[in-house]
């Protein structure tokens, strides 16, 4: 097997990485903390499940999660794979050649398979084998050694896979254990089966001799029955001649009782046909007396009717009387309104000329009114007009004015054009001084030129004389003419100010051409107004006239004294009662309808005539009928009975004798059955068959209770002999089990033998291997390394003997290593190995052994040393070399 390429993406310090490995000695170099240790952590991570952070650390700082990708060459087909596994993300998958992932459900499906490719014994843990051999962590190095004795075998013991052994010891001590407790168990339950069995032969002749018993009862019962069956026939026929004798006895009982009861019913007949007989002859006395109570009755009934009629008349008659009354009330009531409607009628007459007079007034005094409105109007229009008059001729006196200033400044207008001229003229003469200035200068300088040749004057040689005559000419000329320019200029100051002043007058002048039309303008608009003031004047003078009768208007209606108001409370008064006169005709009629009525029925009340009297009359005489009407009426119903109540009599006389006659005939018929039974006989056979039957219950019960018994002792039989089995099967499991329990403790002795010896077998195999790689690494072939099967390392130096603690830094690294190596190839098929900082402590010539014997070890496909030491740069195929920048690892050479 062997790793090909370790990818990082946001590993620790790394951002992206790939780091290349070879078959044979692979060195990864770099400064502390370039970064070198990650890729080993990486292939723990990735193909050995093992990580000594945690998955976060494992991340680079600020990203979310990172990736591990590791290629390595099967150890079973030779096929190159991939492990990817994330850190902070549940993804750990493994591709093929061809990038297809493989179909492994679950982390043991994907342990067993990495376990079968990387080479490593189904029974080692990838995790411990990593960190004990193949990845040790530099820290934990040589310190495994150091450890105590139990520590120790924790690391080693499962490698060494002698714990199979000692677990199979404790395992079998829980098998024997519970083979123990079973056989106490049985033990146990054989106790209680044989005390169950023990009664069993007693049981069995007990129910035997209770069988025997029965049967003896059983023949004692059949004589009985028998007996019994006999009595009882004789005993049946004797007993149907008894019963016909207590038949005939009781129906000669029934007869008499019969014959009795009619006898009394004819004494009450006999009583009755009596009374009835007595109240035939009371009824023969009153009968006149009733006949005519009744007729006086149904007169007096006929009467009381009529009386009923004669009081409904009445009441009519009192109805209608309060009818009428009411009318009357009505009828007053409406007379009073036609009154009150007439009188206002009249007042309304009476007003009418006086109203239409108040209101011609009163539309002449608005009229009036109106027009006072109209004068106020005008004249607050007449101060207007007066105001704006006053205005207009403010106006035309300021126009007139402006124009009356402006006129006397036409002169100086004028004067405007000639100021310019003589402007003009200042201006020329003084450039033309100004130009001779400049002559004369020019001369002067000639002049005061000594060396000058000429005289700028006259062209004649220049001698001291001439040249001063000239000179002082020029000068004086060129003063004059600058004196000339001074006064021109003042002059032309002047004059600037006179043209200034024309101009503004012309301005001014122009203006007239605008004001001359606005004062005309104005005159007339003054002229227009004039004439409306006096219009309103006139209008305000003809109104005034026109309101000279308020006065006379005011007192004639003060006179009048609203008489409107009068004449409309009138026609109120008519409104609301001019109808009453309608109603008051019809209340006259309805009166006059009422009256008649009531004479018709006080005629009908007095055709009725004194009812009263007679009424009185017949019921006097009635009283005095009363008491033999009752008579007859209490005993009219018992007379009529006479003849029914004889015929009842002669019935009943009749049925008593025949009755007689019939109990003559069944006693003749009792005396002749009463010959054929003799009572002492029945007496005796009752009593014979009463105690067979006795005899016969008592055996039954007997019979039943033993059978009964027979069966609770069947069933306490059988659970008797179901135990008895269950005992035989008891019997052979306890043999068996017994049998087991001993193969268990022979086995369980054996595996604490084996494993003993299997350990120690396999540790000195190793501690051979360990002693040929610690001589090769030390160079010394004094010196010699134990490894004792209590996992202690012992290095022997000249006949002495040192313990791992007591061994140099440099000496514990040696012997730390060629341990870790030996058990690696012995133990797996793995061939690979990393190694962390392993010269860490050793000198320079044992560094140098350390490199050789790296190179030499035989069995390791594939070796990766992770160091800062460059002594492996020299001297190794295959150099990786990392190195940080800018805070990300980086691979820099490979
Ligand atoms: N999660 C992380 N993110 C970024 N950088 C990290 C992270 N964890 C550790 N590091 C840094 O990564 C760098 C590389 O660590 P590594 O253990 O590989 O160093 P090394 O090269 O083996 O050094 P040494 O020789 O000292 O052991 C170190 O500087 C470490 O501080
Ligand atoms: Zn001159």
Not at 350 to 362: I, M, T
């Amino acid at each position: 097997m062997k790793i090909t390429e370790v990818d990082l993406s946001n590993i620790k310090s790394y951002k992206q990485g790939t780091i290349k490995l070879t078959e044979g000695v692979n060195a990864v170099i770099g400064q502390n903390g370039a970064g070198k240790s990650t890729v080993q952590e990486a292939v723990g991570f990735a193909l050995f499940d093992h990580l000594r952070l945690t998955q976060s650390e494992f991340v680079r700082d600020g990203e979310n999660s990172g990736k591990v990708a590791v290629k390595f060459i099967s150890n079973k087909n030779g096929k190159e794979y991939t492990v990817e596994r994330y850190a902070d993300r549940s993804i750990h998958r493994i591709l093929d050649e061809d990038g297809n992932k493989l179909d492994l459900t679950d982390k043991d499906e994907r342990v067993q398979w990495l376990k079968e490719h990387l080479g490593v014994p189904e029974s080692n843990s990838l995790e411990k084998l990593w960190k004990s051999s193949i990845g040790v962590p530099q820290t934990q190095f040589t310190n495994d050694f150091a450890k105590s004795q139990s520590k120790r075998e924790g690391v080693f013991n499962p490698l060494l896979d002698v714990d199979v052994y000692d677990d199979l010891w404790s395992e079998l001590k829980d098998v024997n254990d519970e083979l123990r407790k079973e056989i106490n168990e049985i033990e146990k339950d054989l106790e209680g089966l044989h005390a169950q069995v023990e009664g069993l032969e007693e049981t069995r002749e007990e129910k035997d001799d209770l069988e025997d018993d029965i049967e003896e009862l059983e023949t004692d019962l059949e004589d009985a029955e028998e007996q019994l069956e006999d009595k009882e026939d004789r005993l049946e026929t004797l007993q149907e001649i008894d019963d016909e004798i207590e038949e005939l006895e009781k129906k000669i009982k029934e007869k008499e009782n019969t014959i009795e009861n009619r006898e009394e019913s004819l004494g009450e007949a006999e009583k009755a046909l009596e009374e009835a007989e007595e109240a035939q002859e009371i009824i023969d006395e009153v009968e006149d007396a009733y006949e005519e109570y009744e007729e006086k009755d149904e007169e007096l009934e006929k009467l009381r009717e009529r009386k009923q009629e004669k009081d409904d008349v009445e009441d009519r008659i009192t109805e209608i009387e309060k009818k009428i009354s009411q009318l009357e009330a009505k009828k007053e009531n409406l007379e009073e309104q036609v009154e009150k409607a007439e009188k206002a009628q009249e007042k309304m007459d009476e007003l009418e000329d006086k109203k239409k007079r108040q209101k011609e007034l009163e539309d002449k005094l608005d009229g009036i009114e109106d027009k006072e409105d109209k004068i106020e109007e005008l004249k607050t229009d007449l101060e207007d007009a007066e105001d704006e008059l006053d205005e207009l001729e403010t106006e035309i006196k300021d126009l007139e004015k402006e124009i009356e200033e402006i006129k006397e400044k036409k002169e100086t207008a004028e004067k405007l054009e000639s100021l310019e001229e003589k402007e003009q003229e200042f201006r020329d003469e003084k450039s033309r001084l100004e130009a001779n200035i400049d002559d004369y200068k020019e001369a002067i300088s000639i002049l005061e030129d000594a060396e000058g040749a000429d005289c700028p004057t006259c062209g004649q040689d220049l001698d001291a004389e001439h040249r001063q005559k000239v000179l002082t000419e020029k000068r004086e000329e060129k003063e004059s003419a600058e004196n000339r320019i001074q006064e021109i200029d003042s002059k032309l100051e002047e004059l600037e100010e006179e043209i200034e002043e024309a101009e503004e007058a012309q301005r001014q002048v122009q203006r007239l051409d605008d004001l001359n039309p606005q004062l005309k303008e104005k005159q007339e608009e003054k002229q227009e107004q004039e004439t409306e003031i006096k219009e309103i004047k006139k209008e305000i003078k003809s109104l005034e006239e026109e309101i000279d009768s308020k006065d006379k208007v005011e007192s004639e209606l003060e006179e009048l004294d609203d008489p409107r108001s009068d004449y409309k409370e009138a026609e109120v008064t008519y409104q609301n009662n001019k109808d009453a006169e309608s109603g008051l005709e019809e209340v006259e009629e309805e009166l006059e309808e009422w009256e008649e009525k009531k004479e018709e029925k006080q005629d009908e009340l007095d055709e009725f005539g004194d009812i009263e009297t007679k009424i009185e009359e017949i019921e006097d005489r009635l009283d005095e009928l009363e008491d033999d009407h009752r008579k007859y009426v209490s005993k009219e119903e018992t007379a009529e009975k006479v003849e029914e109540r004889q015929e009842r009599v002669d019935d009943l006389e009749q049925e008593i004798e025949g009755l007689e006659s019939e109990v003559e005939e069944f006693e003749d018929q009792l005396s002749e059955k009463e010959e054929q039974l003799d009572p002492e006989e029945l007496e005796q056979l009752e009593s014979e068959v009463d105690d067979l039957k006795g005899d016969i219950r008592e055996y039954e019960t007997r019979i039943e209770e033993k059978e009964g018994q027979v069966d609770d002792l069947e069933d306490e039989i059988e659970e008797m002999e179901e135990a008895k089995q269950d005992l035989e099967e008891k019997e052979d499991e306890y043999t068996e089990l017994k049998k087991d329990l001993e193969y268990g403790e022979f086995l369980r002795t054996k595996m604490r033998d084996a494993g003993e010896q299997v350990r120690e077998v396999m540790i000195k195999k190793i501690s051979k291997e360990a002693d040929r790689i610690y001589r090769q690494l030390r160079g010394n072939p004094g010196e010699k390394l134990e490894w004792r099967k209590d996992y202690k390392i012992i290095v022997e130096e000249n006949d002495q003997r040192k313990p791992f603690q007591k061994l140099s830094g440099g000496e514990k690294m040696s012997a730390a290593l060629a341990v870790r190596l030996a058990i690696l190839q012995l133990l797996s098929d793995v061939d690979i190995v990393f190694l962390d900082e392993p010269t860490t402590n050793l000198d320079s010539e044992k560094k140098g052994n350390l490199v050789d014997q790296i190179q030499e070890l035989n069995g390791f496909e594939q070796l990766t040393v992770v160091s800062h030491d460059d002594t492996f740069e020299s001297m190794t195929e295959h150099v990786i070399a990392v190195e940080k920048q800018n805070g990300a690892s980086k691979v820099v050479d490979q």
